[in-house]
């Protein structure tokens, strides 16, 4: 009897940490919105180039990954972006936006 109280918990634990993995790894990146597991993982369901054994596993991740990103709303809305892509990004953005202010230079005449 003891022994089943202890090993319920630690089951359902083990499956909780081994369960929505495309939710934490989406969420270890930039900002991608809300439900950015989720999305990840119905892109890998429709994907051809991906195999049927990581399909298959990505199917059984899917609603853990779900609930994962369902709990994850507030930080999603709320969170600052601070990943290198989306820094490199701004940057990138706001240099075309000085260039296209500043006119080219004239050409010297020959």
Known sequence: MMKK?????VFYSGVMVLAGCSSVMSHTGGKE?????????????SDETTGWGTKSLVALDM??????????IPWDLFR???????RVEKSEQQTQ??????????????
């Open 97 to 110: 936006a000085m260039n296209s202010v500043i006119p080219p230079a004239a050409m010297p005449a020959p």
């Open 33 to 45: 919105g809300t439900y950015p597991g989720t999305r990840a993982s119905a892109e890998m369901l």
């Open 80 to 86: 600052k972006d601070n990943a290198v892509r989306s």
């Open 5 to 9: 109280l202890i090993l319920i918990p």
């Open 63 to 72: 609603p853990f990954t779900a609930v994962a990103d369902t709990l994850l």
